[in-house]
C-alpha cells in the first residue's frame, strides 16, 4: 500500500510538471519582448508590459496576464485557452485566429484589435471594451457578453 501511494504521488509531480512553462522561454519573453512558437502555458504574465511583443503561436494556456499590457502585440494563432486576462490591455493588437475558449476577458480592452478567425467560446466578456475590433469569423459561443462594448460601440447587456 505504501508503494502505491508513492508511485501514485511520484506519478502526480511529474505530470504536473509536464504542464507547465519553459522557464526559457519566459526568460526569452521577457528579455526580448518576443517568443514565437514558446511554451508558456500557466505562466504567471500578470501586470507585464508586453506592448508590441511578437508572441504569435505561442501555448498561452492557463496563463495569468491579468493586468497585461498587450497593445500593439502580435498574438497570431497562439493558445489561450482558459487564460486569465481580466483588466489586460490588447488594444490594437492582432489576435487573429488565437484560441482563447473559455479564458476571462472580464474588463479587458480589445479596442481595434484584430480577432478574425478566432474561438472566443466560452469566454467571458463582462466589461470588455471591442470599439472598432475586427470580429469577423469568430467563434463566441456561449460567451458571456454583459456591458460588453460590441465594435459598432453599442453596448451588449443580455448576459448579465
Do not use: Y
Request: proline share 1%; charged share 20%; aromatic share 2%.
Amino acid at each position: 500500500m505504501r508503494i502505491l501511494a508513492t508511485f501514485i504521488l511520484s506519478a502526480s509531480l511529474v505530470s504536473t510538471g509536464a504542464s507547465a512553462f519553459d522557464l526559457e522561454h519566459l526568460k526569452q519573453l521577457k528579455e526580448t519582448n518576443a517568443c514565437s512558437k514558446c511554451d508558456l502555458s500557466d505562466a504567471d504574465l500578470s501586470d507585464l508590459d508586453l506592448a508590441k511583443a511578437i508572441i504569435n503561436r505561442t501555448n498561452l494556456s492557463g496563463a495569468n496576464l491579468s493586468g497585461a499590457n498587450l497593445m500593439f502585440a502580435n498574438l497570431v494563432g497562439s493558445r489561450l485557452i482558459g487564460a486569465n486576462m481580466t483588466e489586460t490591455n490588447l488594444s490594437a493588437a492582432n489576435v487573429s485566429g488565437a484560441n482563447m475558449k473559455g479564458a476571462n476577458l472580464t474588463d479587458a480592452k480589445l479596442i481595434r484589435a484584430r480577432l478574425r478567425g478566432a474561438n472566443l467560446a466560452e469566454t467571458n466578456l463582462t466589461g470588455t471594451n471591442m470599439k472598432g475590433a475586427n470580429l469577423s469569423d469568430i467563434t463566441q459561443d456561449n460567451a458571456i457578453l454583459c456591458n460588453t462594448v460590441m465594435p459598432d460601440g453599442t453596448v451588449i447587456r443580455t448576459g448579465c
